[in-house]
């Protein structure tokens, strides 16, 4: 009797635990369910970088539409939300990246590649007034290796003086201070995504007021330190760059609609903005040049 019980009740304990194991599967498997759920709810990555590629074409063919067309100032509106993008995907790509010495690399050359068609697309020519002026992809390297100094440097002197050093050199670039102060706030709060929105958010809001008609003159200086391209703005100017930086604030509302998926992957997603970015500065800049626009 003894070993008919034990029999028993050993079938009855293999029985609890293959209904418990059965559970576990069920919840784990409606959990998995729940965020491919969550996630197709929302914007994926690629989409967003392809949204922040095409608002970035926006911006810049935006200079062959005349001012007095109000489609220009939609093009710049929306042109302006592209570069806080690509900000945040710089740290999205550091923090999931499986070579960060690669991908540091290849920063580093498309910046080399873009850095005449920047140049003859906003400037019109290299000469020494204009050889320091930077592309954005440089302002991303630069961005990068602040977050990469902010990680992987122990010794605290080293590591501050270091990113300081980045963002003196960031004001050469396009964006200036401002680009490598977004990643590295974008970094700070890295894993909350409404955080990082509204951390952009107040940046956001900031920038214009500092660059409003009220303080230029007094400012302008410094301004233009972090932009190559401010000190030839005239004050009518500043009115177009005060409706660029309000649409800067997109971001914000893209960013919480962001479900943390990566999307679909292809060759595009993965080169297209730094092979689209060269090539369509370099199109603009010949077109500029050949036409005297």
Known sequence: MFWVDGYGTMKISSLVR?????????????????????????????????????????????????????????????GRSAAPLFFYFIVEGYHHTHNRNQYTRNLAIFAVISYIPFIL??????????????????????GLLVIRARHEIQNPFIKYFTIGLLFVLSC?????????????????????????????????????????????????????????????????????????????????FLLNLYNGGKGKSNSFTKWGFYVIYPLHLLIIGIIRIVFSI
């Open 172 to 252: 050469f670039g396009d964006w200036g201070y401002i680009a490598p102060l977004i990643i590295l706030t974008f970094d700070v709060f890295y894993g909350d995504v409404k955080k990082q929105a509204y951390a952009y958010a107040i940046i956001a809001l900031v920038r214009p007021i500092m660059q409003s008609n009220l303080i230029v003159n007094i400012l302008s200086p410094v301004l233009s330190l972090s932009n190559p391209h401010i000190r030839s703005l005239d004050f009518s100017s500043w009115n177009i760059l005060l409706l660029q930086q309000m649409g800067a604030l997109l971001p914000v």
């Open 18 to 78: 293959l209904w418990d194991i059965k559970e576990i599967e069920t919840m784990s498997s409606e959990s998995n369910i729940s965020n491919a759920q969550t996630k197709n709810m929302g914007i994926a990555g690629n989409s967003l970088k392809l949204y922040a590629v095409c608002a970035m074409l926006l911006e810049h063919f935006a200079v062959f539409v005349p001012t007095s067309n109000p489609i220009k100032y939609i093009m710049l509106f929306f």
């Open 121 to 142: 697309c906003f400037d019109g020519a290299l000469t020494w007034e204009t050889c320091l002026n930077l592309n954005v992809i440089f302002t991303l390297l630069i």
